[in-house]
């Protein structure tokens, strides 16, 4: 998912892009604890009738579960922020707080987005004087492509 924000203020753009998540980790642990009541019903059943190895893998199924939904939740909190301002044109990735930061002259920023053919997806670079940042890895095609145009849109403003 991508947000534009302009600040006419400080004169500067600003894009969030994040992955598009549907669940906070509140909802998604209700539906967890919905969803492991029949595995482990059903495991408890077998331990009643005198099958006991049947829990142990029935806890084993719902600790993945939960594993599992736990990493979509980790990972759907990274957040990439582009920041173009009258001089240059700054990346920033991260969870809580920028982790990565790429910085480079807005004159000479190019926006490289290479559209691949079959299975391999789009991929969107931002760089300059050789080093460049992907950007929008978690993004679909279209977001991607939709992201490339806005940036070349902004950076051709003022060129």
């Known amino acids: 998912m991508v947000e534009k924000f302009d600040n006419d203020m400080h004169d500067e753009t600003v894009w969030v892009v994040r992955p598009t998540r549907s669940l906070t980790w509140r909802e998604a642990k209700r ?3 919905v969803i492991s009541v029949i595995p482990l019903s059903s495991g408890l059943l077998f331990l009643f009738h005198g099958v006991p190895m049947v829990l142990p893998f ?17 990972t759907g909190q990274m957040r990439e922020v582009i920041r173009l301002t009258p001089r240059y044109l ?19 920023v190019g926006v490289m987005l290479d559209e691949t053919r079959g299975w391999h997806p789009s991929r969107l670079r931002i760089g300059s004087h050789g080093k460049a940042a992907d950007v929008g890895s978690f993004l679909t095609d279209g977001e991607r492509r939709t992201l490339a145009l806005a940036l070349v849109n902004a950076l051709g403003k003022t060129r």
């Open 58 to 74: 029935a806890g084993l199924e719902v600790g993945s579960l939960w594993l599992a939904f736990w990493y979509v939740h980790w």
């Open 90 to 108: 700054i990346i920033e990735k991260g969870r809580h707080g920028p982790e990565q930061r790429y910085e480079y002259e807005r004159a000479w």
């Open 31 to 33: 539906w967890l604890c």
